[in-house]
Nanobody, 114 residues
Framework: QVQLVESGGGLVQPGGSLRLSCQAS????????MGWYRQAPGKQRELVAD???????SYVDSVKGRFTISRDNAKNTVYLQMNSLKPEDTAVYYC????????WGQGTQVTVSS
């Protein structure tokens, strides 16, 4: 079973940027679609961005034009570049497969506040 470790979160002011990383314990080359999910307090976890092995990406409307997902199969890592952050982006962010899920990592907290 692949273990996932997310990092890169923190406290940032509105309009700021963060880059999240998700390190997998072994190769993600065979995983066609990886995604970044988030869970805000009192809300269900939602998929915000995903990427195929071929580099095709998709985003939930609320983050389009602000977030960019990428993957480096050689490093077994998936990234999420987040720009123009808003308070409503505050959540714990997780990465995982899209479809049949792996075990969840601990996530990384993103707090957007002045």
């Amino acid at each position: 079973q692949v273990q996932l470790v997310e990092s890169g979160g923190g406290l940032v002011q509105p309009g700021g940027s963060l880059r999240l990383s998700c390190q997998a314990s072994r190769s993600i080359f065979s995983i066609d679609m990886m995604g970044w999910y988030r869970q805000a307090p009192g809300k269900q976890r939602e998929l915000v961005a995903d990427i195929t092995n071929g580099g095709i990406t998709s985003y939930v409307d609320s983050v389009k034009g602000r977030f960019t997902i990428s993957r480096d199969n050689a490093k077994n890592t998936v990234y999420l570049q987040m720009n123009s952050l808003k308070p409503e982006d505050t959540a714990v962010y997780y990465c995982n497969k899209v479809g049949v899920l792996l075990s969840w990592g601990q996530g990384t907290q993103v707090t957007v506040s002045s």
